[in-house]
């Protein structure tokens, strides 16, 4: 038997082409289709909650990985692009995400298991698992002074 | 030669297991892994925000629709839920999505042709064609009295 569990989000059209997305308990978000393809620019698109699905999905599964592995951190943040594009006869799809962690750790000595870590978070990544995109991880390690 | 767009979303530790997720111009968001996974309940997380994703793209792809089918629409609200299952010597992944519109239009007339664009959105939408997960549709029309 396999575990399983149901996550919801409900979208609801405002006027023109807009909609307020909700899930439960967290707060409303306005979204719009990007200005390219005729939406408003200043609030959350598809696209965008795309890419921060997948990013919030690898920051918080690579602190759930340093937690258990015991390696100190002192600042991480993560650039991430994801790449829209149009097919050969098909319709267009987000085919490449880069994911650009910059971590600081505290000692040299924690390069390589920190380097190991930030590849298996994007690996075990529950988000990760569930696109067509490849995603490329390309970490900067640095060592706080 | 294929056309192509660039999405950015950033992620920003902001200590234990908590981030912030920022995107040029929008709202910051704070995001956690759901409570089952040892995160805090009332924020947006991976799995929520890959759902508001999917319904975000249905339904301003589907008001995109109707506006060029010139369509009227009375009133637009769309449920969503993403089924997280653990495979079989797999991890977790987002294996299903289902999408409940309750859409209102004006006259019973519309009623074949409002079906008809339900489905196109969901076959045209750019976030449907990026992911791994097989997508529902169960749409509800109504006639306004």
């Not at 993560?78 to 880069?98: D, F, M, N, P």
């Not at 962690?101 to 569930?130: G, H, T, Y």
Request: hydrophobic share 45%; net charge neutral; glycine share 6%.
């Amino acid at each position: 038997m396999t575990r399983s569990y149901m996550y919801e989000a409900e979208a609801v059209w405002v006027g023109e082409r807009r909609a307020q997305v909700r899930s439960p308990g967290a707060p409303v978000l306005e979204v719009s289709s990007p200005p390219e393809f005729q939406g408003q620019a200043g609030v959350w698109t598809p696209e965008t909650l795309f890419v921060a699905s997948v990013n919030a999905c690898f920051i918080l599964t690579f602190l759930a990985i340093a937690h258990l592995s015991k390696l100190p951190i002192v600042d991480l943040r993560v650039s991430a692009w994801g790449k829209l594009e149009k097919g050969e006869g098909a319709g267009y799809q987000i085919t490449e995400i880069l994911v650009k962690p910059l971590l600081m750790i505290r000692s040299e000595v924690d390069r390589e298991r920190a380097e190991r870590l930030l590849k298996k978070a994007e690996q075990s990544c529950f988000i990760s698992n569930s696109i067509k995109a490849i995603v490329r991880l390309e970490p900067e390690i640095l060592v706080s002074a």
